[in-house]
């Protein structure tokens, strides 16, 4: 027994190094399995307080971004409202059932206060959360397009998973054709991403839009998600390669809306019915 | 010895902090992200029982795990250089010699302290990254961002030496 002590001691750093590498290289492999919610709402609660004050220093330099941003949405939304104002003449019946899909979407607004795009995994932390109304599985927005969708939320902040991750891909077409893909970033470039499943006989165009496929539930259709830079065939692919320049900027994003559709909870069901809902995430 | 110990815990709070709030925000690019927090264990005395070292690497990095959400990932690697601080010591001032109980620039000077800090952030960075990518694929990729980072680490290790912690 006394060399069994003996032994121990004399081998406790190894032993230490060891078991400290298992804690670690556990902690890794559920984080890889994306069962990690303990761990990312206990750390939004502290360290969401400590980005909150941090940010709210450094939110004055984005300032004249931020502004520009926001008059340009302010543009768009302007276009788009007198657009409609033109189309309910015309097409009363068809605006009416778009108008009811647009409004079980609401949207709740946050302010950015921690973000990564030089990692693997990116994620953006928001200043709101529960008491907000932000769940989980609920997608983000900045002016220009889709951000991310929300992975975990804390009572005051919520933590999103955003586009820049490798573990997260988004259901995406082309708005000129409809024909539909998914998008996923590659990791390298924090302004590109690549839009995948997308057959030959398509007729693709630099510079066509990519916008949400509205089949997830989580986004609406049509959302922005980039314009195609470049595409190309790879021998032995059934699939095109194509190279995305994503619309939103992710190294200057400060305000952000979270949607929260209101008919997820019923659609949802109704998927499980049929138990075919997940392949179209 | 009190005194020592307020002083590596205070400068603990300082690494992470420089590190959560300053480094991570910095966002160049994929390829140059500096992990300036390791300094904390460079900087420990050499007399520390390496049972205790690599406990506070191990804590330094799962603090930083804490505020980057990645649980383990940098408690890994600054476990494992923990655990090599050691033998990177007696290798780079030999094992006869007599080393200062310190290890910064000042004490044992500039070429010395270089070698040091290289192999160390080396050695973490790419556990880092390649636990962060998690597979080979893009192996050479991932050995550009190790390299550059490491570039980039070092140096503002070395800057801090010249500026803060200077005993």
């Known amino acids: 027994m006394w060399s069994l002590f003996r032994y121990l001691y004399r081998h406790h750093v190894v032993i230490l190094f060891l078991f400290l590498e298992i804690i670690g290289f556990i902690l890794i492999f559920s984080y890889n399995s994306f069962q990690r919610a303990g761990f990312i709402n206990s750390s939004a609660y502290i360290t969401g307080k ?111 998973i955003s586009m820049l991750n490798l573990r997260w891909n988004v259901s995406a077409k082309l708005k000129r054709n409809n024909y539909f893909g998914s998008l996923t970033w590659d990791g390298k470039d924090y302004r590109y991403a690549l839009l995948n499943e997308i057959p030959f006989h398509v007729d693709l165009m630099e510079g066509d839009t990519i916008v949400t496929s509205g089949f997830s539930s989580i986004f609406p259709e049509g959302m922005p998600l980039g314009i195609i830079e470049s595409y190309k065939k790879e021998g032995g692919d059934n699939f095109y390669q194509i190279r995305v320049r994503l619309s939103v900027d992710f190294k200057s994003v400060t305000y952000v809306e979270v949607i929260d559709n209101r008919k997820r909870p019923e659609i949802e069901a109704l998927e499980k019915l049929t138990n075919n809902g997940k392949d179209l995430d | ?43 420990l005395p050499v007399s520390t029982p390496r049972y205790l070292v690599l406990l506070l690497a191990f804590i330094s990095g799962f603090s930083i795990d804490f505020f980057t959400d ?97 005993d």
């Open chain 1, 50 to 160: 400590i980005y909150d004050r941090y940010s709210s220093i450094t939110d004055y330099f984005n300032l004249s971004i931020v502004n520009r941003q926001l008059s340009e949405e302010n543009a768009r939304l302007r276009e788009s409202l007198l657009a409609q104002a033109r189309n309910e003449d015309s097409t009363g019946t068809i605006q009416y059932i778009r108008n009811d899909s647009v409004r079980s979407f609401q949207f709740i607004p946050a302010r950015v206060i921690n973000n990564s795009v030089n990692r693997q995994h990116n994620f953006i932390t928001l200043n709101k959360g529960a008491r907000h109304g932000i769940r989980p599985d609920m997608g983000v927005l900045t002016p220009q397009g889709v951000a991310g969708v929300v992975s975990h939320v804390s009572d005051s902040y919520s933590v999103v």
């Open chain 2, 70 to 166: 990645t649980p383990g990932l940098h408690a890994a690697a600054t476990t494992m250089i923990g655990y090599l601080r050691t033998p990177v010591l007696y290798l780079v001032s030999g094992r006869g010699s007599d080393m200062a109980e310190y290890p910064t620039l000042k004490n044992n000077g500039l070429r010395w302290f270089l070698v040091y800090s290289v192999l160390l952030v080396l050695i973490h960075h790419f556990f880092l990254f390649y636990m962060e990518v998690f597979s080979f694929t893009g192996f050479f990729r991932t050995l550009i961002r190790v390299i550059f980072s490491t570039i980039l680490s070092v140096f503002v290790i070395v800057l801090s030496q010249f500026l803060i912690f200077r």
């Open chain 2, 1 to 43: 010895m009190a005194r020592i110990w307020i002083k590596y815990f205070l400068m603990f709070i300082f690494v992470v902090l420089i590190q959560v709030l300053i480094l991570n925000q910095l966002q160049i690019s994929g390829y140059l992200n500096p992990y300036f927090y390791v300094l904390f264990i460079l900087l």
